[in-house]
């Protein structure tokens, strides 16, 4: 099923930010119209977002979400951050895009870039987010030429840290103090050794 879009400014933002990473994964913007179906996830995982996602208790109204939906679309379309929405398909014969979660860099600044993701329950286990990360490293490095990419783990998210170990990506032990919306946390900072191709 095609993306019904709000206007000319989403249509654009697709065309230029839609990336395939495998027959069945798609990782494009979440658009306005979908920020129902966006909430509705986020409400159907937010006991377990929550433990690490200190945004979720923030999403608590479909109006809540129309607002994050059409801020990420602005960050996006201003280099500040690539948000992007995660969809999967049964079978390449269809047509039908279902999202079921989120992916990408939810900081792009001074050419680094930090990943950041969450998938629906059902999806877990599968592999997805280390096949959309390993997708997203490659775009950063090979188009959007970033010098630096890392990702944020707190020492306890042992789903998470596995992830970045799968990626390659490494720490060096310490534990750093994040502000994750307005909360101080302790985090690892996974990092990829000499990411930028000489």
Not at 105 to 119: A, E, M, Q
Request: aromatic share 10%; glycine share 6%; hydrophobic share 35%.
């Amino acid at each position: 099923m095609d993306p019904s879009f709000q206007d000319e400014t989403e249509q654009a933002l697709i065309r230029q930010h839609a990336y395939q990473v495998t027959d069945k994964l798609l990782l494009r913007p979440v658009l306005q119209s979908e920020a129902q179906v966006s909430f509705d996830l986020v409400d159907k995982n937010r006991e377990r977002l929550r433990e690490w996602l200190y945004w979720v208790d923030d999403i608590r109204y479909v109006k809540d979400e129309c607002k994050f939906v059409k801020e990420a679309q602005a960050r996006v379309q201003d280099g500040k951050t690539l948000e992007l929405g995660l969809y999967y398909r049964v079978s390449t014969s269809s047509e039908e895009w279902t999202m079921i979660g989120m992916c990408g860099f939810v900081t792009i600044l001074n050419d680094h870039g930090k990943l950041g993701y969450w998938i629906d329950s059902s999806f877990t286990g599968k592999g997805i987010i280390t096949a959309c990360c390993t997708y997203l490293i490659k775009l950063g490095l090979e188009t959007l030429k970033f010098d630096s990419i890392s990702l944020d783990a707190e020492p306890e998210n042992v789903k998470s840290i596995a992830v970045a170990k799968r990626l390659g990506l490494v720490t060096d032990g310490i534990v750093y103090q994040s502000n994750q919306f307005g909360k101080e946390v302790d985090v690892f900072t996974f990092t990829l050794p000499k990411t930028k191709p000489t």
